[in-house]
């Protein structure tokens, strides 16, 4: 049993082998090319014998390749000639096609030919001398990009030979230029994915990117454009797109290359200078040779200042077009000493030689008339020097040429100044002259530093004057009354609202006026009640509150000063009410004691008795209405405080009327009540002068600059105040005017904002700060 068991497995691995030296033998064989030799119908003929079909065959990762099939079409009578097929590509490939023998007796008799390349060709079963063909097909040749594979036929007349390059492919593509963004935008035609990039173009055709060009991929199936974002926008800056198998043939495009260079300033930024111990070197990303770049030598007199130097413009050598060269060897290497490049009118400077030791020093010394030369010199040569006047072009000869040759001593030179030269600021150049070096070191003196002594004492000077003039206008302010402003005309104040917010701000305004401008103000806040040396009572509890107001408008207005009517939130109610009485009231009596523009009326009687405030403004809306009817609104005006009204409450009617704000109009109503104004002099001197009329300006602008920040401070306590009391009515604070004494009225009054001293009116209140504050 076990003898069984060796003998099938012996047999079984004797199988194995086999099978393993078959695959051997014939794998090759089907990696190989197929060649085939048969008969075909005559109407399968294509012209030509010869017949390349190519096929592409580049897979993933590999380089483009393409399958080359061929067919060779033969007569019966060609092949019975032994014709020959040669195949030229990497290798050459020869058959020979012969008849293969079959039971019949074979007519065709072939020349004897190499055994392993001849090829046997066999017939169909229809064959046909008459009406087929032999063809010879070789499947297939494999050939790279750029391969030439040359096929030819020859048979017993002229040879027939075929050549086919294998191509290698570029994409097709478009640029769109954005210079202000510095991109570049490809597209391509819709097909494989491509590979693109940026990069350089130098001297020799190649391209070479930096680190920041990177490849980018773009599929045409999902977006046919990518952008490229550009480092500078330089001549050699090209775009290639290439396909993304292995060592693709890659197409450029350089759009700016015919353009004319418009960034300069890129050329600058990329390039280099390197210095060599007899010349220097210019190079750029892109070829030196296609640029127009010179170099010349500047003197460099203090940070971003490099004065040109007159005839200094270095030679150039003869370069490999990459690089510009030029000759240093006869330089003065001067740490001071830089070179100037040029490209179309802008400038590039570079100081190359901060690590050289100049062989020789120069300082100098300036004197009323004369400039001293101070020269030292480690070796023996001769020294030049001479004025200059600086400008952007350089520094441009102003008298002779003095020259002085040292022997290894320090020396000096007198250089002698012209009378007119001071003016011009000039400067000293001095250079080597013999042996000569290029360059000129130009010396500049501080003009100014001669004369820093004087310009501070002028400064000085200047600030004790400003100090002085403002001490005098400070003092002038302070002094209220006896400064240089004051209200010549009185001043009628009108209120309108009973709110204890706008009858504190009424009298401070009436306070300022009166206390900083010694204004005559009217008001029948401090009008209740007076009485006059003869014993006539003239206040408004003797009089009433119309006629009071009447006789007062009337007395303002042919003295030409102003009525201020104080307008506030409740005005635009109480002028609704009295428009809409006066409309219906079809009888008006004209008041005799009055002014002709103010007619009586009787809709105060209708309010409570101890009313003062309501019916003068009804009044004071009549007095205005009809002195607007009769064109005398000129004196008068509309106030209202910051907080307390609003210009929107304002009839339309008064649209006319001059109206302030306060406290930010406070200057513009002090102009309306001619407070800018000096006092006249006592002596008949002349009542105007230049200072005088300056700084009355001044303190005008500083007083109305102060009393508004006053009024400013008194009215936010005030405000509060009238919020507070905003639904609470101040007529339960007063009594009625007709059942009341002098003296209960003032201290009724008093309860309301005023001053019990106030009580009695005296025009003008020659009051000092402190009462006016008070007030």
């Known amino acids: 049993m076990n003898e069984w068991l060796k003998v099938i497995t012996m047999f079984l691995t004797c199988v194995d082998t086999t099978l393993a030296l078959f695959a051997l033998m014939v794998f090759p064989l089907l990696l190989e090319c197929t060649t085939t030799c048969q008969t075909i119908n005559q109407s399968d003929y294509v012209e030509g014998p010869v017949k390349l079909t190519p096929v592409v065959v580049q897979g993933p990762g590999e380089a483009y390749s393409e399958c080359i099939t061929l067919r060779v079409w033969m007569k019966a009578h060609d092949i019975c000639k032994t014709p020959k097929i040669e195949i030229l590509s990497r290798t050459t490939q020869t058959f020979w096609p012969v008849v293969k023998k079959g039971k019949k007796k074979n007519k065709c008799i072939n020349a004897p030919i190499p055994a392993q390349n001849g090829i046997s060709c066999v017939k169909r079963k229809d064959y046909s001398p008459s009406s087929h063909l032999w063809e010879f097909k070789y499947d297939c040749i494999k050939a790279e990009a750029e391969r030439v594979v040359s096929v030819t036929y020859s048979t017993a007349s002229t040879p027939y030979t075929v050549n086919y390059t294998v191509p290698d492919p570029v994409p097709e593509f478009e640029l769109s230029v954005n210079r202000s963004s510095k991109s570049v935008t490809v597209t391509v035609q819709l097909g494989k994915k491509v590979h693109t990039m940026w990069c350089y173009r130098n001297t020799y055709g190649a391209c070479m990117g930096d680190s920041s060009s990177s490849q980018i991929t773009i599929d045409p199936s999902k977006s046919p454009s990518a952008v490229l974002n550009l480092s500078y926008l330089l001549p050699c800056v090209c775009v290639q797109v290439y396909y993304t198998y292995t060592d693709a043939r890659r197409k450029l495009k350089c759009p700016f290359l015919k353009e004319s260079l418009s960034e300069v300033g890129d050329v600058w930024r990329s390039s280099e200078v390197t210095l060599y111990e007899t010349g220097l070197t210019w190079s750029s990303l892109c070829p030196a040779s296609n640029m127009n770049v010179s170099a010349a030598l500047c003197w460099k007199q203090r940070d971003h200042l490099c004065i040109p130097v007159l005839n200094s413009t270095l030679e150039e050598k003869d370069g490999d077009g990459s690089h510009l060269i030029f000759d240093t060897s006869a330089v003065d290497k001067h740490p001071d000493m830089c070179v100037q490049f040029s490209l179309q009118g802008s400038h590039n400077i570079t100081c190359p030689f901060q690590a050289d030791v100049p062989s020789w020093e120069v300082d100098i010394g300036l004197s009323k008339k004369s400039v001293f030369v101070s020269l030292t010199s480690a070796v023996s ?37 012209p009378a007119d030269s001071l ?9 080597q002259s013999d042996p000569a070096l290029h360059g ?10 001669h004369r820093r002594g004087m310009y501070a004492f002028a400064a000085l000077i200047l600030v004790v004057v400003f100090a002085s003039l403002g001490v005098f206008i400070y003092r002038l302010t302070r002094s209220g009354a006896a400064g240089w402003l004051y209200v010549q005309k009185p001043v009628l104040l009108v209120c309108s609202s009973e709110q204890s917010a706008h009858v504190s701000a009424v009298c401070a305004l009436a306070s300022l006026l009166q206390g900083e401008l010694n204004a005559t103000v009217h008001t029948a806040l401090w009008a209740q009640s007076s009485q ?28 030409e000063g102003k009525v201020l009517i104080i307008w506030s939130h409740e005005a635009t109610t109480s002028y609704e009410k009295w428009k809409t009485k006066r409309e219906n009231t079809d009888k008006k009596e004209e008041y005799k004691k009055g002014g002709e523009d103010c007619d009586e009326e009787d809709w105060y009687q209708q309010r409570e008795p101890s009313s003062v405030i309501a019916p003068m403004f009804a009044g004071a809306l009549a007095c205005l209405q009809g002195a607007l009817q009769q064109s005398k609104g000129q004196g008068v005006a509309i106030v209202y ?12 009617a008064f649209r006319e009327v001059p109206r302030y704000c306060l406290p930010q109009d406070f200057r513009g ?12 002099n006592t002596q008949g001197q002349l009542k105007t002068h230049c200072w005088p009329r300056v700084l009355a300006k001044v303190q005008s602008i500083w007083l109305a600059r102060q009393l508004a920040h006053r009024l400013q401070t008194l009215l936010p306590q005030t405000a509060g105040r009238g919020r507070r009391a905003q639904r609470r009515s101040v007529a339960s604070s007063k009594r009625k005017i007709s059942d009341k004494k002098p003296g209960e009225l003032e201290r ?28």
């Open 440 to 449: 000129k070191r130009i010396l500049c003196w501080d003009y100014t530093h």
């Open 641 to 652: 405080f910051q907080g307390l009204g609003h210009s929107r409450d304002i009839p339309k």
């Open 381 to 417: 040569a001769e020294f030049s020097s001479q004025l200059c006047v600086v400008s952007e072009d350089g520094c441009s000869p102003l008298g002779p040429v003095h020259t002085l040759r040292l022997e290894g001593k320090p020396a000096e030179m007198k250089i002698n100044m």
């Open 748 to 775: 009724s009054l008093a309860a309301n904002g005023a001053s019990p001293e106030a009580a009695h009116e005296r025009e003008p209140l020659h009051g000092s700060r402190l009462r006016a504050e008070e007030l």
């Open 532 to 559: 006059s040396g003869t014993g006539t009572r003239t206040g408004v509890a003797d009089l009433g509150p119309l006629p009071w107001l009447y006789g007062q408008w009337e007395s303002v207005r042919r003295a």
């Open 669 to 680: 109503l002090i102009q309306e009540l001619g407070g800018i104004k000096r006092r006249t």
């Open 423 to 431: 003016v011009q600021k000039p400067c000293v150049q001095v250079w």
